[in-house]
């Protein structure tokens, strides 16, 4: 049995207040087809649709009394799972609300703009600014500045394409500071590789950082909302690396003595660009001690507030790269940028490496020989598959292997 427990936050219109309504489902009550899909939508909510459970909304019911319901529930063998959906909001009656309806509801005006709270003034700005197409015609780039560009895009949609990039940080477990793990779904390659491409767009003396391209674009799209925002935009990212990280578990942001970029200027030139000089090393020493000496715990950080910037560079760098390309379509010109190797090869990565050629033939013949122990046996009926493991051991054996 699988129950799942979903707290919605709705804004009654009566009386303007918002409020909390919790639902439950409990899965075996479902057809087969209906639990199967619903259980794969709660379990793959974090991989990018976390709202696809919405259209099975009708088949939650509300509890009037969760702590009741659960004790009842609690009787029989079952599995429990909560989760909310932070942008999702209804009414009283179920329906869900835009930002445009709950403001009106709040303010009684059927113009009212809500937005949530600290959104900076650039980004309000942007939204309520009358937006005129913008005339490529009238923008003027250097061959210089659409190179650096060029490049800049590249980078970005790199960057955007990387395992590291459309996976995540990972996850920490264990006890602080001496027993922890850090696990993550992409490999130490892929995250050099990410870093790699990455330090690109973020290190200061490369040609078109992403600080670079943003005054670019605002110089050539000046007087342009979008023009504004892009700066804006800069300007937040540009003080964020300038705070302190923002999620330490176990220490405490408000104990740690240096910035996001001194973190990942640190970690990016110990553990990736270079042969650190004693200085660097004294510098990735005084951070581990203030991790409690936890690697684990200082990588973790360091990743999450790689990947952070990252998404905030993609961010903004979309309407770089939109307005680049539209650009030079408009103009009909090829900039002279050299393209990725990924771009230029597509057979790159397309062989098999040593080991899997190595699986591949090792489960042929394996399978092949299973057969033919099977014929010897009289061919039971169990089949030529429960003699795959022998056969295997077999192969393994005279070829002097260990099973991987």
């Given amino acids: 049995m699988m129950i799942l427990l979903w707290r919605i936050s709705y ?35 974090d991989t990018g649709d976390r709202r696809g459970i919405l259209k099975f909304r009708h088949l939650f019911h509300e509890s009037q009394n969760v702590t009741a319901d659960l004790c009842q529930l609690g009787q029989h063998p079952m599995t429990m799972s909560s989760f909310c959906i932070p942008d999702y909001f209804e009414d009283e009656n179920g329906k ?42 009238t923008i003027e780039l250097t061959q210089a500045q659409l190179r650096l560009l060029g490049y800049f895009v590249r980078d970005l949609q790199e960057m955007v394409n990387s395992k590291f990039y459309k996976e995540n940080p990972g996850t920490l477990s264990g006890n602080f500071p001496d027993k922890m793990l850090l696990e993550t779904s992409v490999t130490d390659a892929e995250i050099r590789s990410f870093v790699t491409i990455f330090r690109r767009l973020y290190m200061e003396k490369e040609p078109c950082n992403f600080l670079k391209a943003v005054v670019m674009f605002g110089d050539a799209l000046q007087g342009y909302p979008l023009a504004e925002y892009i700066l804006g935009f800069g300007c937040e990212y540009k ?20 910035t996001r970029k001194q973190l990942l200027d640190v970690h990016i030139y110990t553990q990736y660009a270079h042969q650190p000089c004693p200085k660097r090393e004294r510098q990735y020493s005084e951070c581990l001690a203030v ?27 979309k ?18 940028v050299l393209t990725s190797l990924a771009a230029d090869h597509p057979g790159i990565g397309q062989l098999e490496t040593k080991q899997e050629r190595q699986e591949r033939i090792l489960t042929e013949k394996a399978t092949e020989l299973a057969k033919n122990l099977w014929e010897e046996a009289g061919q039971p009926s169990c089949g030529p598959e429960q003699f795959i493991k022998t056969a295997r051991q077999k192969l393994l054996d005279v070829m002097g292997w260990e099973d991987n």
């Fill in 11 to 45: 804004l009654d219109s009566q009386d303007r207040a918002y409020k909390d309504r919790d639902l439950f489902l409990d899965t075996d009550t479902l057809d087969a087809c209906t639990k199967a899909v619903i259980e794969t939508a709660y379990e793959l909510r």
């Fill in 96 to 137: 869900e609300l835009n930002s445009k309806e709950m403001a009106h509801i709040l303010t009684g005006k059927p113009n009212a703009v809500m937005f949530p709270a600290g959104t900076p003034a650039y980004r309000i700005k942007l939204a309520l600014a009358e937006k005129p197409p913008i005339q490529l015609d």
């Fill in 239 to 258: 003080v964020e690396l300038d705070r302190p990280p923002k999620f330490v578990p176990y220490v405490g942001a408000d104990k740690i003595p240096f």
């Fill in 291 to 317: 991790f409690g000496n936890s690697k684990p715990l200082l990588t973790w950080v360091f990743l999450n507030e790689m990947w952070a910037s990252a998404i905030r560079i993609r961010n903004a760098g």
């Fill in 319 to 336: 309407h770089i790269e939109f307005v680049y390309e539209h650009y030079c379509r408009a103009h009909n010109l090829n900039p002279d």
